[in-house]
């Protein structure tokens, strides 16, 4: 399985994918402030994989203190959470991630245990965490797996697979499942620009799996539709609201009127640790703006006039009317998303 996050004695490390495919090379972040950086820099990228990444790093900064107690590494636990959220806005997994770890040292704090046995169950949370994705990933596999055509084409966008998880993957997980379960798939990767989640990080973990895969411009999808040559969209999520509309990648919105126009079914999979029942609706999403130079330059070459104006919006959402179903591990979700929400908000994952 492809390591894209590893908890090692020195600290977390992480394959660099910014680097990939060209390379496959590892960063080791030793402390908190390193994890952020990776985080900011998508070395380590993708809603489940941020999570996940922000939770080993309070662990990180809790096992590198110097504080003689728990009272007095309170502040400085509000200083590292308050670092790592502010890496990236849009996935609500990585504000989750973080409550989650705070809540679990409000828990042990406040039981009397001594910091050193702290640090070490504040470590414990997060190895579950990293273990809880990759079954989710299985989970929302073996449901999805299901919608999917015997045989066809699926189009997905951005990088929902193992590189943004701690494993196998969300959307890529449904079509990995649905393979394994000999589907005869063909996956069309939307290449993604600017970051080319897609042409360099999809098409090599799919690759690497032997999945039939063919990267296109992402201003090819309408035209294989209309040649019927894909039968269904499969993409992930960063934050889910209560209605249902779904922030991911930007252009995501795009591929849903495309597939509502050919009549063709979108499915979101994302774990639940995606869905923000506290947010509204999309418009209430707050959309990451990344730095105008992925849009200027690529590999290091300008690619636009200097000075032009730019717009990097990392993420767009899709109102919840495109949506055909939401997969989660707890399972599969359609229409009207507030009521399926609320309704499998205290369910437990299921296997399909
Ligand atoms: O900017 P990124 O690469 O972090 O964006 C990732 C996506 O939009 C993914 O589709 C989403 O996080 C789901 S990953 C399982």
């Given amino acids: 399985m492809i390591a894209t996050l590893t908890w090692t004695a020195d600290g977390v490390r992480f394959i660099d994918q910014t680097k990939l495919p060209l390379e496959e090379s590892y960063v080791l972040a030793e402390n908190y402030e390193q994890v952020a950086r990776c985080v900011e820099t998508m070395v380590v990228r993708g809603a489940p994989a941020i999570g996940v990444s922000a939770a080993y790093g309070i662990?990180?900064?809790?096992?590198?203190?110097?504080?003689?107690?728990?009272?007095?590494?309170?502040?400085?636990?509000?200083?590292?959470?308050?670092?790592?959220?502010a890496t990236r806005p849009t996935a609500v997994n990585l504000f989750w991630a973080i409550d989650r770890m705070k809540a679990r040292f409000a828990g042990l704090a406040s039981a009397g245990l001594a910091f050193d046995e702290i640090k070490k169950k504040m470590?414990?949370?997060?190895?579950?965490?990293?273990?809880?994705?990759?079954?989710?990933?299985?989970?929302?596999?073996?449901?999805?797996?299901?919608?999917?055509?015997?045989?066809?084409?699926?189009?997905?966008?951005?990088?929902?697979?193992?590189?943004?998880?701690?494993?196998?993957?969300?959307?890529?997980?449904?079509?990995?499942?649905a393979v394994e379960r000999g589907k005869r798939i063909h996956v069309f990767a939307d290449e993604t620009r600017p970051f080319l989640q897609g042409a360099r990080l999809t098409a090599w973990e799919l690759m690497a799996d032997g999945v039939a895969t063919t990267v296109i411009c992402d201003n090819m999808a309408a035209s294989l539709m209309r040649q019927g040559r894909i039968q269904a969209v499969v993409v992930g999520a960063d934050r889910i609201a209560a209605n249902g509309d779904v922030a991911n990648k930007i252009g995501t919105y795009n591929v849903a009127i495309l597939a509502r126009e050919h009549g063709i079914p979108l499915y979101v999979a994302a774990p639940w640790s995606t869905i923000d029942l506290a947010t509204a609706?999309?418009?209430?999403?707050?959309?990451?703006?990344?730095?105008?130079?992925?849009?200027t330059?690529?590999?290091?070459?300008?690619?636009?006039?200097?000075?032009?104006?730019?717009?990097?919006?990392?993420?767009?959402?899709?109102?919840?009317?495109?949506?055909?179903?939401?997969?989660?591990?707890?399972?599969?979700?359609r229409a009207p998303y507030s009521e399926a929400l609320r309704g499998m908000e205290s369910s437990e994952p299921a296997l399909a």
């Fill in 59 to 85: 662990a990180l900064g809790a096992m590198r203190s110097t504080a003689e107690s728990a009272e007095r590494f309170a502040p400085e636990l509000a200083k590292i959470c308050a670092r790592l959220a």
């Fill in 123 to 177: 470590l414990a949370e997060a190895q579950a965490m990293f273990e809880e994705d990759i079954a989710a990933c299985k989970a929302m596999g073996a449901h999805g797996a299901a919608l999917l055509p015997d045989e066809g084409g699926v189009l997905t966008h951005c990088n929902a697979g193992a590189l943004a998880t701690c494993g196998y993957g969300t959307a890529l997980g449904v079509i990995r499942a």
């Fill in 281 to 295: 609706s999309g418009d209430a999403i707050p959309i990451e703006e990344r730095p105008a130079v992925e849009v």
């Fill in 297 to 333: 330059h690529h590999g290091g070459k300008q690619l636009t006039p200097v000075g032009v104006s730019i717009c990097n919006p990392a993420f767009d959402v899709t109102p919840a009317r495109y949506v055909t179903a939401i997969v989660t591990e707890r399972g599969v979700l």
